[in-house]
């Protein structure tokens, strides 16, 4: 059911959204792309999934913290591909600190890109879906939208709101051929989550890849990341038909950490 259908995946230029990306192109999905990168970063992009599973795509930098841009996002959007069919919420950004300590600047950011801008592209997404009678929205949570780690106040706060949203607006569109849906992934190797390794690294005088394992250990019972690649085959799977009468779901893929 997917082919030429059009997705928009915020924060697609690295991580898990870029690889959602490649996994929607290969079934036959033009592709709308979101991010901060290089313009020659973006170009090459662009130009491997075009290249490769032969879709079209179009990128636009919109800057989520700012609601005016993700309009625009999803206006043109919209123009250069057709009305979108599927949106994936996944631009995130973490901030680690006390709560005590925590700059309220950042606090704000934080709620701005992970969740206030999920509800503004919903919002503009959801009148092209219920025109067609059909749409999917997935919004990338994660385990901290259903449980807590100390020092992650804002991206706590955030993540349990956009696992909120999801049923909200689940519900409102309970009857039609939309469906929206959480993805809750424990640890995956991405940039976001250099930084806390750096840290362990730092601090106990490891290498890199010990103290990779132990961020693992503290909190993921399979001691194994997740795979950018599982989660794409997750959220592809939530794209289906088979997958219509998902709604309102939070899906955990995290090695077990939610099961302790
Ligand atoms: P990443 O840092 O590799 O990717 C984040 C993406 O968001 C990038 O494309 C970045 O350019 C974009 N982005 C950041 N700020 C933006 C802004 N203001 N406007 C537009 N785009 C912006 O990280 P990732 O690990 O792939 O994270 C993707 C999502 O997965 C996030 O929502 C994150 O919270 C979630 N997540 C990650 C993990 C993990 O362990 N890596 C675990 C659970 C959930």
Redesign the pocket.
Known sequence: NLPGKVALI?????????SVAKKLASQGVHIGL????KPEEVTAIRREIEDQYKVKTFYHG????EGPQVKSMMQETSKALGSVDILVN?????YIEQAVNFPEQKFNDIIA??LTAAFLTTKYALPQMLDKNWGRIIN?????GLVASVNKCA?VAA?HGIVGLTKATALEVAKTGITINAV??????????EIQIQQRADQYKISFEDAQIKLLEEKQPSVTPVS?DQLGDLITFLCSNSASQIKGSTYTMDGGWTSQ
């Open positions: 915020t924060g697609s230029t690295s991580g898990i959204g870029l979101n991010g901060f990168a919109a800057d989520l913290k996944n631009a995130g950004i973490q890109i992970n990338i949570a994660s385990v901290h991206y993540k809750c992934p424990g640890w995956v190797m991405t940039k976001l989550i950018t």
